[in-house]
């Protein structure tokens, strides 16, 4: 498996408030991680380390013979938990009250792999083959309730105002939500995951002509934030690239 993880912090911020990692263990398995702190909100770097940490180190104590479903819920209960734990060290501060962090996660395993997510960071599945760039993950956003509602389009809600507003965050309620997910492999893709900074200044047709180049991941994935800085570089970007060694299984999304 190759990885690749790039992060930048943009050309009008004064700290980077996304935070990521990729945790290797034995046994084919991988974790990426990419926290996006809140922009508006206090001490969002914090809660994107805190984010990240907390993931980390239960990943690292976690049984890595287990079944699908087994980790999927272990993703759920681990990312609960860890909105809980930013949510509890911002009670005890005032410094940190309100702070709150995005989370994309992406566990690899030999025979499928499965996301996990809260907010608005985003996972791509690109198909070299059939050169198609699908979303994995849903937003858990204002304009995404306001497209499936039908009252914007989808080319309305890339430019609406209110984009950045979130419906789901760690560390600002005692309970959060956790979409997951289990996907077979292809044997020809690419996964992107990558902070806002990323999806909100380039399209997706902009990712997908970038990403379709006969180029190594290290040069398709400066190019991605090279664009993004082109375009504005209002937030930070953040992104890994993960190109999977293994063969299309017969696992089935769930």
Known sequence: MEVVLKTHIGRVRQVNEDTAEVVKRESNTT???????????????VASQLAVKYVKQA??????HSSAVTWEEWLIQTISETNRYIYDYAEQD???????????????????????????????????????LTSITEDHSLVNELVKS??????????HPQRSWITRSLGTQEDVKVDVKTMGYLGDECILLCSDGLSDMINEQHMLDILKQD????????????AA??????DNITLCLVQPTSSPSAQEER
Request: glycine letters at 12%; hydrophobic letters at 40%.
């Open 229 to 234: 800085l082109e375009a504005g570089g209002d």
């Open 150 to 159: 039908g009252e914007i389009t989808k080319a309305e809600a890339d430019v």
């Open 31 to 45: 974790l990426v991680i990419v926290a996006d702190g809140m922009g508006g909100h206090q001490a969002g770097d």
């Open 94 to 132: 005032q410094a940190y009250q309100g702070m709150g962090t995005t989370i994309v996660t992406s566990l690899f395993l030999e025979d499928y792999y499965i996301v996990a997510h809260v907010g608005d960071s985003r996972i791509y599945r690109y198909e070299q083959e059939q050169q198609q």
């Open 215 to 226: 180029k190594g991941l290290e040069e398709k994935a400066s190019e991605l934030i090279d």
């Open 59 to 64: 990943f690292m104590k976690a049984e890595l």
